[in-house]
């Protein structure tokens, strides 16, 4: 029997009740294969954890976090706490003390959903996002707060090594997937410095994968080209920023936010990986039990696939793929059911598998 010691944070707002809707169905999983198991412990690293006790991590907290095989997050953020700090505090400290620098955001139209995006069926993109420098680099400052003179800096920070590791990251996504098709993505007309060393070490890295067709798009211009040609692109490889920001297009572009898995990797497997929807604690829906888990389930599959329980993962997929296609939806798809509904429904369809 194998065991999976999974880290359970579910954050603020709907990632409670999304991580609590995978929490259930991963654990039937595994006691339906009847050959792992899995060993969760919940973390309450949440705004309300700093709101009552002044931190989101408590002290020796990533430490402990070391010893799991991976980590299962919801969302951070909260009306009580600037975004800067439930952000930096928990989410970031997590990514970065663990050199999670490689961010999986795939994207494709699950049957039965319908995207507002004419020809979104063409859509089948893997993002890969830098997830540890960068515009996220933390680097910058304030002076003269307040003042009329007061100057605030965000210093984006590129090293060859970051920037290397994740374009040899994205090729090899590029090379196990079938059209082997890989699109840089950067500013380097208006940004000369870092971002001109993207493409640099782009074309290098490029030498070593022949078989990879690549090309090089502006980010104002993959926005159109991902509306527009939807097709033309398979592995897509940018920054921290700009993969953040097109990742939440191509997740709308296939639907809706609620959908989208992601995975922080840290490849090497020097410290455990962390496995979320990308989707935020959404304020307007949360606490009203209609949040779409589809996002935590998709999330799900990566974690197992990271595992290495492939048979599970394809299992969960294909129970998804027939949940979305009977055309019972939550509200984000134009639909009236709530998160138990589609966890039960999900959960009906493993039993019986
Ligand atoms: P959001 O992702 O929370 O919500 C944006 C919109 O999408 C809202 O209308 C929301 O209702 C909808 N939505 C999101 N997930 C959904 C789901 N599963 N089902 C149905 N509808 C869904 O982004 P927003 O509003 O920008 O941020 C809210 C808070 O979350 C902020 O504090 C922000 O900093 C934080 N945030 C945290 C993230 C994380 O922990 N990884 C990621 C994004 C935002
Ligand atoms: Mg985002």
Not at 6 to 14: E, K, L, Q
Not at 59 to 68: D, R, S
Not at 284 to 298: E, L, M, R, T, V
Not at 325 to 341: H, M, V, W
Request: glycine fraction near 10%; proline fraction near 4%.
């Amino acid at each position: 029997m194998r065991n999976h010691r999974i880290a359970v944070i579910p954050g603020d707002g709907i990632g409670k009740e999304v991580i609590e809707a995978g929490k259930q169905v991963i654990d039937l999983l595994a006691k339906k294969s009847g050959e792992f198991t899995f060993d969760f412990e919940d973390f309450d690293w949440s705004s309300d954890r700093y709101l009552e006790k002044g931190s989101y991590i408590p002290k020796g907290g990533l430490q402990h976090l070391a010893g799991f095989d991976a980590i299962y997050f919801g969302a951070v953020g909260s009306q009580q706490v600037p975004d800067h700090v439930s952000l930096w505090d928990l989410r970031l400290a997590i990514c970065q003390g663990y050199d999670q620098y490689a961010n999986v955001r795939p994207a494709r139209v699950l049957p039965g959903v319908k995207s507002r995006l004419h020809g979104s069926e063409k859509i089948d993109w893997i993002i890969i996002r830098e997830n540890s420098e960068g515009e996220y680099s933390g680097n910058g400052g304030r002076v003269h707060q307040g003042l009329p003179e007061e100057v605030g800096t965000e210093v984006s920070v590129f090293t060859r090594k970051g920037v290397e590791r994740i374009h040899r990251f994205a090729f090899e996504m590029a090379m196990s997937r079938q059209r082997k098709k890989l699109t840089l993505v950067t500013k380097s007309n208006a940004q000369r410095h870092g971002m001109v060393l993207w493409d640099e070490v782009f074309f290098e890295v490029a030498k070593d994968y022949p078989e990879v067709e690549i090309d090089r798009e502006l980010v104002d211009a993959v926005t159109t080209r991902m509306v527009l040609k939807p097709e033309t692109m398979d592995v897509i490889v940018a920054t921290n920023l700009h993969a953040d920001i097109i990742s939440d297009l191509a997740a709308a572009l296939s639907g809706s936010l609620g959908i989208a898995p992601t995975a922080n990797l840290n490849p090497e497997r020097k410290f455990p990986s962390m496995f979320e929807p990308i989707h935020g604690s959404a304020f307007d829906i949360s606490g009203k039990g209609i949040a779409n888990p589809i996002g935590s389930f998709w999330t799900a599959v990566m974690m197992l696939e990271h595992l290495g329980e492939e048979k599970a993962a394809k299992q969960l997929m294909a129970a998804i793929e027939r949940q979305t296609d009977s055309g019972i939806q939550t509200a984000d798809l134009g639909g009236k059911a709530t998160t138990r509904d589609i966890t039960e429904s999900i959960c009906k369809d493993i039993e019986g598998q």
